[in-house]
């Protein structure tokens, strides 16, 4: 595989034909592998350096965004963690396939969530979310989609967005690929697991998607298990929002 350049090869799980007992398993995986991996922790330190960020408002009460939501898993982290810290978050989760849709309100039922079947350029919020998320996500994406894709995602938080995605090197690829033909019982992680690692990111693309965006202020963290946390903070006169290190 030659991982000098992003792969545009279509994962599986981007067709329509793929039956959902099979987006199913692969979505209990992704959790595990979410879990155990690091991956909600990643989502988890986003969000906090947001909250952080935005001392000078009351960000007590929240009202937090997931584009591309699949089941639901990464909210029902956030939540747990929210509740701990005595923060009253409520949620929105967005996502194409309206079988992940039924999954995540099923699964998340107990949570103060709407969730939307939607293309998520599409959706115009009544009252916009503090803020947008995504994980796993813009992987799916052409470089170009993506710029459009944080200018929305700028537009319409009011505290500001954070993204958990891939790095795309070749311990990371090599690493997925075995440990996927070994431990994984679904077709779709084992195709799509490599795959999604070759359709990921480096630090330098990063920066000239998020330029080419014109998103400032911004910060690229690097994170086990490589994974790149990007964070943009709306920076407003009136909230005199700043990235802390």
Not at 24 to 37: G, S, W
Not at 233 to 245: A, D, F, G, V
Request: net charge neutral.
């Amino acid at each position: 595989m030659d991982l000098s350049r992003r792969s545009y090869e279509k994962e599986l799980l981007d067709r329509n034909d793929i039956p959902f007992i099979d987006i199913k398993r692969n979505m209990q995986e992704l959790n595990f592998i979410n879990t155990y991996l690091g991956g909600h922790a990643i989502t988890l330190t986003g969000l906090k350096k947001i909250l952080h960020n935005a001392s000078t408002t009351d960000m007590r009460e929240v009202l937090i965004c997931e584009i591309g939501c699949g089941g639901g898993d990464n909210l029902k982290a956030i939540d747990a963690w929210c509740t701990k810290n005595d923060i009253n978050a409520s949620f929105i989760g967005i996502d194409i396939n309206i079988e992940c849709i039924e999954v995540a309100i099923s699964t998340c039922k107990e949570l103060p969530a709407e969730f939307i079947h939607s293309d998520y350029k599409l959706v115009e919020f009544q009252k916009k979310p503090e803020i947008i998320f995504s994980s796993l996500f813009c992987h799916h994406f052409r470089n170009e989609e993506l710029v459009d894709m944080l200018q929305w995602m700028r537009i319409n938080s009011t505290a500001g967005f954070f993204i958990n995605d891939l790095h795309r090197h070749k311990i990371a690829y090599y690493s997925i690929k075995w440990l996927s033909c070994l431990f994984s019982k679904s077709y779709l992680v084992k195709n799509d697991a490599p795959l999604s690692v070759a359709r990921g990111f480096t630090k330098q693309e990063w920066v000239s998607i998020l330029d080419a965006a014109k998103i400032t202020p911004f910060r690229i963290y690097w994170k086990w298990a490589f994974r790149w946390l990007i964070i943009a903070i709306n920076n407003n006169e009136s909230s005199s929002l700043h990235i802390q290190p």
